[in-house]
């Protein structure tokens, strides 16, 4: 590399590397976004929350169907019975032997209501606890479906946010590469891979900002009389002196 590098391209390399960092940065915290990942937990549990409310609608209806229908085996069981009880007390049926027959009917049919009543209230605190666990899921879900809504707004906004920053900095980063000679650029974009995304570093106070090493006096002195190209003899980053 030809050491005829000029100070304005040595400042301008420093400007690039400014915009770099911070396109890097800023797509570090895209990546990263605390709010996104809480958004994706949010609907994890929404997701969840959906399935149990599925099931527990399921459930409630399920139970709503064999309320009904015990409800209905009672109605057949009410009306033969009182057909059975107005034979009975009509008179039409003289016969004791039949008569017997019929009152043990009668008596039998009552014992079956009575058994299929208590199945039936059993049905129904089954029924009002499904319909309480359904309308607590029901509400548990539309205050998670709200919160994901707004964290989703949220997230949108802060990446369009950092979206409009990377395009101003890689607009910028493309107005200063015309400043920089081509292979002054080809080393920096070396040692940016090589070196954490940065490739040069200001000599600030005889310390190298790219290592953070205090340069000997000599050695500082030395780059800053030499000037052009110059390498830290640490981290071997692009020198600067400002
Ligand atoms: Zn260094």
């Given at each position: 590399m030809p050491n005829d590098v000029t100070p304005e391209a040595l400042g301008r390399l420093l400007d690039l590397q400014a915009e770099d960092t911070a396109v890097k940065q800023l797509e570090l915290r895209w990546a990263n976004l605390e709010e996104a990942k809480q958004l994706a937990e949010l609907n994890a549990a929404l997701a969840?929350?959906?399935?149990?409310?599925?099931?527990?609608?399921?459930?409630?209806d399920e139970i709503a169907r064999e309320q009904s229908r015990l409800e209905g085996e009672i109605k057949l069981l009410e009306d033969k019975t009182g057909r059975e009880e107005q034979r009975m007390f009509s008179g039409s049926v003289a016969n004791p032997k039949e008569l017997s027959a019929l009152q043990a009917e009668v008596a039998s049919l009552k014992r079956r209501q009575s058994d299929l009543e208590e199945s039936l209230l059993e049905v129904m605190v089954q029924g009002e606890s499904a319909t309480e666990t359904w309308e607590r899921l029901a509400s548990e879900r539309e205050t998670t479906a709200v919160q994901a809504k707004d964290l989703g707004e949220r997230v949108a906004s802060i990446k369009n946010e950092i979206d409009s920053e990377l395009e101003r900095h890689r607009a910028q980063r493309g107005s200063i590469l015309p400043d920089i000679p081509e292979s002054l650029l080809k080393l920096y974009e070396r040692l940016?891979?090589?070196?954490?995304?940065?490739?040069?570093?200001?000599?600030?106070?005889?310390?190298?900002?790219?290592?953070?090493?205090?340069?000997?006096?000599?050695?500082?002195?030395?780059?800053?009389?030499?000037g052009g190209l110059q390498r830290c003899d640490n981290c071997r980053r692009i020198l600067v002196v400002t």
């Open positions: 969840e929350l959906e399935a149990d409310l599925d099931i527990a609608g399921k459930q409630r940016r891979e090589q070196k954490g995304g940065v490739g040069a570093a200001a000599l600030v106070g005889g310390t190298c900002e790219g290592c953070h090493t205090k340069l000997s006096n000599k050695e500082s002195e030395r780059v800053r009389a030499e």
